[in-house]
């Protein structure tokens, strides 16, 4: 492995003051993927008894913990406002998304902080002259350039697990919020069916 290779503490030391934000970075995008991961989960977002009962067109017990919990007790408190019901489930679907945008942000910025970090190495490489040749000293010089290069490596081992989280984190978005759509359709019909008795 490449960092096992090298020395970690240089690579790090030469990164400057530039560790802080990658580092943030690197922290942001950990809590952010871990988080989601543990907010998306099936029984918090769908639980299986309240998905069956929908299905079967049984009342569903009051659930307000889960995302269709809150789906369904808003329907049933504004039983043929279908558009207030579908707006409803929309904000819960945009909840379900807090937070993955900034994955984005975070894999964009991360290489590129890295990447002043080795354009700031380099400079430093090519400032060190030998005063008798007045040349780079060529061990020095390849030494520098190698661990400049190392400032884009650790933007570009932030950037890649921010990546491939939002990624991940957006499939299975989709994927909760296609379901909700089904089963607030089938609830809109069961709606049709035995509207809201009307008042004296």
């Known amino acids: 492995m490449f960092l096992a290779a090298i020395d970690l503490a240089r690579v790090f030391r ?6 802080y934000p990658l580092g943030l970075c690197s922290i942001a995008a950990t809590f ?25 067109g049984r009342p569903p017990a009051g659930d307000k913990r889960s995302a269709l919990g ?10 043929g406002d279908v558009e207030a019901i579908k707006a409803y489930a929309r ?10 945008s900034y994955l984005d942000t975070i894999y964009a910025a991360a290489p590129l902080i890295g990447l002043i970090g080795t354009v700031t190495g380099l400079l430093g490489a090519f400032s060190v002259v030998d005063p008798d040749t007045r040349m780079p000293d060529p ?3 390849t030494e520098s350039v190698g661990y400049a290069l190392s400032a884009t490596v650790l933007g570009l081992c932030i950037a890649l697990p921010a990546l491939v989280g939002s990624g991940y984190l957006q499939r299975v978005i989709e994927k909760h919020a296609a379901q909700l759509d089904v089963l607030l359709e089938r609830v809109l019909a069961q709606h049709a069916d035995t509207p809201a008795q009307k008042g004296p």
Not at 91 to 100: A, D, F, P, S, T
Request: glycine share 4%; with cysteine.
């Open 139 to 141: 061990v020095q010089f």
């Open 70 to 79: 809150r789906i369904l007790e808003f329907a049933e408190r504004h039983r």
């Open 14 to 19: 030469e990164a400057g003051n530039l560790i």
């Open 32 to 56: 952010i993927i871990c988080e989601r991961l543990f907010a998306l989960r099936r029984a918090v977002v769908l639980p299986e008894h309240l998905t069956e009962a929908v299905i079967e």
């Open 91 to 100: 904000l819960e679907v945009i909840k379900m998304e807090r937070g993955v």
